[in-house]
Nanobody, 116 residues
Framework: QVQLVESGGGLVQPGGSLSLSCQAS????????MGWYRQAPGKERELVAT????????YADSSVKGRFTMSRDNAKNTVYMQMNSLKPEDTAVYYC?????????WGKGTLVTVSS
């Protein structure tokens, strides 16, 4: 059974930083593309960034470029998102995603709140 467990969310002031982690279990990790999605209150879930098994990243959300950095450690079955210069509009539930050949797995999400 594949499981994705996110951690690292919380409350942070504007301009602050947070680091999210997502650890996968139940399947081989390195072949999968990993992603972070987020869903803000009252909005649809949207893709933030992805990283392939070969460590190629793509930031789908232009608003996070230069502020967020996605990485992965295949030896630890873990993907990360370093979030700097956080803004109130980054407030959302952040979801970890794992995908390959049409198979999708999701974590339960971790809440990030950016507020003074």
């Amino acid at each position: 059974q594949v499981q994705l467990v996110e951690s690292g969310g919380g409350l942070v002031q504007p301009g602050g930083s947070l680091s999210l982690s997502c650890q996968a279990s139940g399947t081989a990790f390195s072949p999968y593309t990993m992603g972070w999605y987020r869903q803000a209150p009252g909005k649809e879930r949207e893709l933030v960034a992805t990283i392939t098994g070969g460590y190629s990243t793509n930031y789908a959300d232009s608003s996070v470029k230069g502020r967020f950095t996605m990485s992965r450690d295949n030896a630890k079955n873990t993907v990360y998102m370093q979030m700097n210069s956080l803004k109130p509009e980054d407030t959302a539930v952040y979801y970890c995603w794992m995908g390959r050949y049409g198979m999708d797995f999701w974590g339960k999400g971790t809440l990030v709140t950016v507020s003074s």
